[in-house]
């Protein structure tokens, strides 16, 4: 008979080792196919195909069980891939129909911007819950009614921070929280990428809401909050486009932006549309020491770093926390954790929905050049759920 997920324990094998090294942890313990809980992706881009549904296939609690895609010759063909029926394809205008389908319980929606609000909204109320891209949505109001549909269904609605269930980024919150090496003063973070076609949705307007910011600058700035745990009170921004560059015709090309929270933190962000890419945050403490993350927030090969004095003796050193976990497979079954068992997600919508407020600040400011300062929030992780295991 197969055990509840919270009872399901791996099988023990003897160590091979001696106790002097490192334990490779526990081995796998899944769910039974027919017990894991079932997705229907949205949106068949390079996220899905390159990342999102290889995932999947590692996942312990989760499996793909329908495809959703404008492209019906393209959803076949990766149906056949991953074994799902015909009978889980749908495309975008008959995606309502997916209530009638019982395999689906979490739509995973992987579509430009200004789409989520609209799927999100469609899959609630076919009463399925909702696990949605990074950003939210493109604008306060949008993310606003995400939430209250949601609601109003009783369905769990979370937004895809995977930097918020990765181990190494986890153990900096861990470092920052209990002072590990001092009160971190400032926070420095930098996110940068090389975008192609000037004719990709990510740089339309209507369709990405805005450029780099909300597309990759969103990671500066929640891995600051989440690290921190609390809300700033201010941001001082400014924009940069090259001018006569066609990728930047309708969206920002850079931005650099300061975040003041109460504790006396400042994070120092910058995110980019035209340079090389180059993506790591470091958490600078008052007790002689640093760490962070480099590659901080890409989808792999992210490696710890710390710098600590002690003793007067200044060291260095690139820890590792032992084989690297699929950041896509972790939040995805973690999100099917608070389906199993009813569990308020960790980055819930309203994660998402102070982003879009601060990120709405953070435009106002480059317009303007002045400090915009926020609702004074005291609570830590004021808009988070239940911890991840």
Known sequence: MSEKIKETTPVKLPPHSVSSEIESGPLPSPLPPERRVGYAIVGLGKLSLGQILPAMAGCKYSKPVALVSGDEKKAR????????????IYNYYNFDDIKNNPEIEVVFIVLPNSMHEEFTIRAARAGKHVLCEKPMATTVAAAQRMIDVCKEGKRKLMIAYRIQYEPNSRLCKKWTREKTYGKVRIITSFHGQNMGDPDQWRLKKDLAGGGSLPDIGIYNLNTARFLLGEEPVGVLASTFSTPGDKRFREVEESVMFQLFFPGGAIANNTCSY????????????????????????????LQLEVSHVKNNLEWSARPSLGPEKNQFALEIDYMSDCVLHDKTPYTPGE?????????????????????VKLERITKLDAFRGEEPE
């Open 274 to 301: 035209s340079i090389h890419a180059n993506r790591y945050y470091r958490c600078h403490a008052d007790d002689g020491g640093f760490f962070g993350v480099d590659n901080g927030f890409t989808y792999g090969d």
């Open 77 to 88: 063909k990766v149906a056949l891939q991953y074994g799902i029926p015909e009978t889980g």
């Open 351 to 371: 994660e998402g929905l102070q982003d879009q407020k601060i990120m709405e600040a953070i435009y106002e400011s480059a317009r303007t050049g002045k400090l």
